[in-house]
């Protein structure tokens, strides 16, 4: 914050040259029902841009409260998350939801599909707050099914779906906008072993394509897609650890264990 190379930081924050994509730091999530909980008890962590990041640990342990930090879904009690340069607990909460809609994209575990909305409806709908033309949203969300094997489902409800392809639908709708940040909750908690190989497919292509991700899952051979994996404990950050050779091809190409 020197005087003579202080610009305007919307402007600076959101340079291309800025390597890091996610900086959390001393984070604190305190809930108070009752008893104060305390979901997220000092986290520091940062994920560079591009980098493909697993987080492990027990039912509990604060993974998903970590993920809606990030994610612009909640706000620490303490401490900082910045996200593509931005600290995300200084935005109001319009400026909070833009960031969202357009440079994270977020998958959870149970889909979050809109009941009543077609599966092409939910993949377009988070384009109708970009101001996206109606014939251009179709098109665009119908091109985003097909690359999760669902053209043939686009008007479908999500109760005439399967997990699987709910689940590829919420994929579908997560990547409509083109993130840079892919955030997704045990994404294959739910769903078949084909669906789960399909969403590490694409998940490999994103990170392929440059994309940041974060992944949380229970599933150890899941997290090994990944290079490293964050392992949570009671609210705190246990360890970082490095996978040596991330599993990069697809979990169906793969013998079985
Ligand atoms: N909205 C909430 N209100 C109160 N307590 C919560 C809330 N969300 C999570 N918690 C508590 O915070 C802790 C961490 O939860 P969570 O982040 O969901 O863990 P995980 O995803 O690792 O299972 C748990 O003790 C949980 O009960
Ligand atoms: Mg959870």
């Known amino acids: 914050m020197v005087g003579s190379i202080v610009t305007d930081s919307t402007t600076t924050a959101?340079?291309?040259?800025?390597?890091?994509?996610?900086?959390?730091q001393q984070v604190r999530k305190t809930y108070r029902v009752g008893q104060p909980v305390h979901a997220l008890d000092g986290i520091s962590f940062e994920l560079?841009?591009?980098?493909?990041?697993?987080?492990?640990?027990?039912?509990?342990?604060?993974?998903?409260?970590?993920?809606?930090?990030?994610?612009?879904?909640?706000?620490?009690t303490d401490g900082t998350v910045v996200v593509n340069g931005r600290d995300v607990t200084s935005l109001s909460d319009r400026e909070r939801t833009r960031l969202r809609g357009e440079e994270i994209g977020f998958v959870f575990q149970t889909f979050n599909l809109m009941p009543r909305l077609s599966a092409l409806q939910n993949v377009a709908l988070p384009m109708v707050a970009?101001?996206?033309?109606?014939?251009?949203?179709?098109?665009?969300?119908?091109?985003?099914?097909?690359?999760?094997?669902?053209?043939?489902?686009?008007?479908?409800?999500?109760?005439?779906?399967?997990?699987?392809?709910?689940?590829?639908?919420?994929i579908a709708?997560?990547?409509?906008?083109?993130?840079?940040?892919?955030?997704?909750?045990?994404?294959?908690?739910?769903?078949?072993?084909?669906t789960g190989a399909?969403?590490?497919?694409?998940?490999?292509?994103?990170?392929?394509?440059?994309?940041?991700?974060?992944?949380?899952?229970?599933?150890?051979?899941?997290?090994?897609?990944?290079?490293?994996?964050?392992?949570?404990?009671?609210?705190?950050?246990e360890r970082i650890e490095t996978v040596e050779s991330p599993r990069r091809t697809p979990v169906d190409d793969r013998e079985v264990d």
């Open 14 to 24: 959101t340079a291309p040259s800025d390597e890091t994509a996610v900086s959390v």
């Open 48 to 76: 560079p841009r591009g980098s493909y990041t697993a987080v492990m640990g027990p039912s509990g342990s604060g993974k998903s409260t970590l993920m809606n930090l990030i994610g612009c879904l909640d706000t620490p």
């Open 130 to 170: 970009r101001d996206v033309a109606r014939d251009q949203r179709t098109e665009r969300a119908q091109t985003l099914l097909d690359r999760v094997g669902l053209a043939d489902r686009a008007d479908h409800l999500p109760n005439e779906l399967s997990g699987g392809q709910r689940q590829r639908v919420a």
């Open 173 to 194: 709708r997560a990547l409509v906008n083109d993130p840079t940040l892919l955030l997704a909750d045990e994404p294959t908690g739910n769903v078949d072993t084909e």
């Open 198 to 237: 399909t969403i590490m497919d694409r998940f490999a292509d994103l990170h392929a394509a440059g994309n940041t991700l974060l992944v949380v899952t229970h599933e150890r051979r899941i997290a090994e897609h990944a290079d490293r994996i964050l392992h949570l404990l009671d609210g705190r950050l």
